[in-house]
């Protein structure tokens, strides 16, 4: 089983609230996770937070209660909530603490991520030659593995379209209403090859969980879920990664492609005993390439599996049950929470009419951010 155990869960709705700061959307969570886990804030031993542009983490405590308890704020770019979720494992799995807090929110403002180049080490130039825009990234690297692996271009809207549909039964997701494969490829273009619907928007919203040890989660649930493990890497030279200023003719796997090997490695399994998984989904080309960077299957194999119907909630391995990033778009503090959030209702049995039939036994989780981070995790009922 592990010595972890996730026993309390809670979601504030993500998308666009008036009038709502990140910090109190961040709140709601840990109160709807608290009330999950029967216990109250004074309870809580230990906590670790993500936001990018919603204000400090830790300033929750003035929402929450001043019990004097350790708070650390984590910022890992789009990998900040598989961050958050790494440390807090890590206190409960050392011994130091017995119940810890895990929690990302965060409201960013209309319009794409405004990333400043010299924050990642890059000169002006990368910024004003508009590079610093990850929809041209995205947009580059998934020309270039199609062209090489002999995907056709229609996936993409494929993959958009599983999305939304996922996300219409979702009742925190942001973009609930269900569109075409028609409608997604005739959209707008915004970076060859991908159109206006096949990027995630930033967004807002607020994802906790309680974590505490293994053989004490039965105080606090009777359906507890086990983090067998959790991965998290950087990239190596040779790998390219978003804010990369070159691309080296040596070229290696990305950093996703060893943290997906070495959470199988820790948790005794394997991607064939995976029953669902939840994969990084900025845009659709990055669910296609990372299917087989975790492992789910060698890279050209995607096209076939997609079209067999394997990733749709009732295939041989659903992927983004509730829709992904496309569907809930990215706060960034809270995306890689609501992953797990989502592993967790699954194996739970209480996803609703978005339920992975055959009563599904482990999940997996992956999150990728810049400039090449990446944090998988692997859990089981």
Request: with cysteine.
């Amino acid at each position: 089983m592990g010595n972890v155990a996730i026993v309390g869960i809670g979601i504030h709705p993500f998308g666009r609230h008036p009038g709502l700061s990140g910090r109190q959307q961040g709140a709601y969570a840990i109160r709807e996770a608290l009330a999950d886990a029967g216990i109250s804030w004074p309870d809580v031993q230990c906590a670790f937070g993500g936001s990018a542009a919603a204000g400090n983490p830790d300033t929750l405590v003035g929402d929450l209660g001043l019990t004097g308890l350790p708070f650390v704020n984590v910022y890992n770019g789009c990998a900040t909530g598989g961050s958050v979720l790494t440390m807090a494992e890590r206190a409960v799995r050392s011994g130091d603490h017995d119940l810890v807090l895990a929690v990302g929110f965060d409201k960013h403002p209309r319009g794409a991520f405004n990333a400043s180049s010299a924050m990642s080490g890059l000169g002006d130039w990368y910024g004003e030659t508009g590079l610093m825009l990850t929809t041209q990234f995205f947009a580059l690297k998934i020309q270039r593995y199609l062209h090489d692996h002999g995907l056709s271009r229609d996936i993409l809207a494929k993959v958009a379209a599983k999305a939304f549909r996922n996300g219409a039964l979702n009742p925190n997701a942001w973009r609930r209403q269900p569109l075409t494969e028609e409608e997604i490829a005739a959209a707008p273009m915004l970076s060859h090859p991908l159109t206006r619907y096949m990027f995630c928007n930033p967004g807002e919203g607020g994802v906790a969980l309680v974590l505490c040890r293994a053989d004490q989660a039965s105080r606090y649930t009777s359906r507890p879920v086990y983090l067998r493990a959790v991965s998290f890497r950087t990239r190596r030279f040779g790998s390219f990664e978003v804010f990369s200023p070159w691309l080296s003719p040596e070229r290696v796997p990305g950093p996703t492609a060893e943290a997906a090997a070495a959470v199988f490695e820790q948790a005794g399994l394997g991607p064939a005993e995976v029953d669902l998984a939840q994969l990084q989904d900025t845009e659709s080309g990055a669910e296609i390439m990372h299917m087989a960077e975790t492992g789910f299957c060698r890279d050209g194999d995607q096209e076939g599996l997609i079209r067999d119907g394997m990733t749709e909630i009732g295939g041989r391995l659903p992927v983004n049950t509730d829709g992904g990033c496309l569907a809930n778009g990215e706060p960034v503090g809270a995306s890689g929470l609501r992953q797990v959030y989502e592993c967790v209702l699954q194996l739970r049995g209480l996803a609703g009419s978005r339920q992975v039939p055959g009563e599904p036994r482990v999940a997996f989780t992956h999150v990728y951010g810049a400039p090449g981070l990446s944090a998988c995790t692997v859990l089981s009922r």
